[in-house]
């Protein structure tokens, strides 16, 4: 029998845990792995609208939070800048599907306290989960290694480099979102827009917007 999870020598009281994932099964997967190993309770949000919502009513002790959520591809980030913001504290933990090394550092600046891919054994995720739960940080060591080298300049390597900005808008193109729609929701203008568009185009090697498209999945992606 595995051994319960002990995140303080005098923990009574069950964690109450709030996951954000658009995948009921997934969101239902995760939390049998851990009310296995930890007393909890557990809440669910499909989005990150209902994950604010969620957070506002239940004040959890530890939030875990999908990247991409429909066709977003970087709606768990918007979200955690939204509760970095407010709750500078609060333990959060990234489980997603991407493998890319550029989203994953991208949700550790932003103020995810760890990042753990969902295909990971349950081992690794209970691990993952008692260091966040304590407030440490949780990365494993291979993503850790290509996060690191991500900031090392090296030879012939020509992997774009996006500030923040670009990122956000690139997660929208990528939506199918138009200009006009882009620049209501980020609340800049159109010309902005379509500027960032051309950067984005340049960096990528995209040849029009549908060839943005293309390329700026597979950034998300890491491919």
């Known amino acids: 029998m595995t051994a319960a999870l002990k995140l303080t020598p005098d923990d009574t009281a069950p964690l109450q845990i709030l996951i954000v994932d658009d995948h009921p099964v997934v969101?239902?997967?995760?939390?049998?792995?851990?009310?296995?190993?930890?007393?909890?309770?557990?809440?669910?949000?499909?989005?990150?609208?209902?994950?604010?919502?969620?957070?506002?009513q239940a004040r959890p002790n530890l939030m875990v939070i999908d990247l991409s959520m429909g066709k977003n591809k970087i709606a768990?980030?918007?979200l955690i800048e939204r509760l970095r913001r407010v709750d500078p504290d609060l333990?959060?933990?990234?489980?997603t599907m991407h493998r890319s090394p550029v989203l994953a550092r991208r949700a550790l600046t932003s103020g995810a306290n760890g990042v753990i891919n969902k295909d990971s054994p349950p081992s690794e995720i209970c691990d993952a989960f008692a260091e966040v739960a304590r407030g440490g940080n949780y990365v494993d060591a291979r993503l850790a290694m290509q996060i690191a080298l991500l900031n090392v300049?090296?030879?012939?390597?020509?992997?774009?480099?996006?500030?923040?900005?670009e990122e956000e808008i690139l997660g929208m193109i990528t939506e199918g979102m138009s200009y006009r729609d882009i620049a209501d929701r980020a609340c800049i203008s159109?010309?902005?827009?379509?500027?960032?568009s051309l950067v984005l185009k340049d960096k990528l090697g995209a040849s029009n917007l549908a060839d943005l498209v293309v390329k700026g999945i597979r950034y998300f992606d890491g491919e």
């Open 153 to 165: 300049a090296r030879p012939g390597t020509n992997a774009p480099r996006l500030t923040g900005r």
């Open 190 to 196: 159109y010309k902005t827009v379509s500027n960032v």
């Open 91 to 95: 333990p959060i933990l990234v489980f």
């Open 27 to 56: 969101a239902e997967g995760w939390g049998r792995i851990i009310r296995s190993r930890v007393s909890c309770d557990i809440a669910s949000a499909a989005s990150a609208s209902e994950g604010w919502r969620a957070w506002r």
């Open 76 to 78: 768990g980030i918007r």
